[in-house]
């Protein structure tokens, strides 16, 4: 096996993949009650990565997600923690160690932290974000390999996410409201770049999850930029669970070599019932 596969390049699609665009609106901020959120602290999810090539059609690793609630003197926000592995049996061919974490507030998911630790075969970086949610200013520092860290300041805007509070901000669209071919436009940071992307909602379907069974599904699309994994021309396909969790279920794409997924595995404390499960 010779592909060069960044492992959380699949694990976290939900939060990063879209088309790259120049319109610089994006997805307006709001006020959420607890009530109101798709999913509650102590949520866990695990995701595993598939990798299809000719006859070669195997698991090649995973991810979990954790979230928990803390509070900091006035200000009460989520504490997310992502961790993605390769497989014992690929970690001779490109071993994967990536650590994610972030601070999102409460009241309306913007961010106030994030870093992550990645370490992906030959490839290693540390990124951290703090975010001022007063001017929008996003202090980034980054350290490749064993260099010396890299601060910049980046303009964000009252949009602008980092990955893993992307993914939980993204669970919290009214998708109820929307009509195929809807776009909606977000802004992320990773490392020293601003990105401004879109979802494009597709509509409802019926899909088998491997594992899990078959489920009433919200499917969305986004085409990624070309460049190591993506030839930038095949759509990234999503399937969201068509319930009050909105979690994702799938994720499906063509990659320079080959094809890749990621799927729902495991589950524990989901805020809601998993109505959409049909069977």
């Known amino acids: 096996m010779t592909y060069n596969l960044r492992l959380t390049t699949i694990l976290l699609f939900t939060a990063s993949v879209a088309f790259a665009q120049q319109d610089t609106a994006c ?9 109101q959120l798709p999913f509650r602290e102590n ?3 695990t995701i595993v990565a598939n990798y299809k090539w000719g006859i070669i059609n195997t698991d090649v690793g995973e991810a ?7 509070k900091f003197r006035d200000t009460t926000y ?7 592995k390769t497989y014992r049996f690929y970690d001779t061919f490109f071993m994967v160690r990536d650590v994610y974490e972030a601070r999102f507030l409460v009241s309306n998911l913007r961010p106030l932290y994030f870093h992550r630790n990645v370490s992906e075969g030959g490839y ?8 001022n949610t007063a001017s929008y200013a996003i202090h980034a520092s980054v350290q490749r390999k064993t260099g010396p860290a890299k601060d910049t300041v980046l303009p964000g805007k009252s949009c602008t996410f980092d990955f893993v509070s992307l993914f939980y901000n993204s669970r919290n669209l009214d998708f109820d409201h929307f009509t195929p071919g809807r776009i909606i436009p977000i802004s992320f940071v990773v490392d020293e770049e601003l990105y401004h992307i879109y979802y494009r909602y597709i509509g409802k379907e019926v ?12 499917k969305i699309a986004a085409k990624p930029v070309a460049g190591e994994v993506f030839d930038g021309k095949n759509e ?3 399937w969201i669970s ?7 279920l799938l994720i499906e794409t063509p990659v320079i070599v080959g094809k890749v997924s990621a799927r729902l595995s495991k589950y524990a404390n989901l805020k809601h019932p998993l109505s959409s499960k049909i069977e």
């Open 27 to 35: 997805m307006p901020v709001r006020e959420f009650t607890d009530e």
């Open 78 to 84: 989520f504490y997310a923690r992502a961790y993605a």
């Open 236 to 238: 990234i396909s999503i």
């Open 242 to 248: 068509d319930d009050k969790n909105h979690i994702p």
């Open 124 to 131: 290693t970086i540390k990124n951290t974000c703090v975010f």
């Open 64 to 70: 979990t997600m954790m979230l928990t609630k803390e």
């Open 43 to 45: 949520e866990r999810l």
């Open 207 to 218: 899909k088998k999850i491997s594992g899990l069974g078959k489920f009433n599904c919200i």
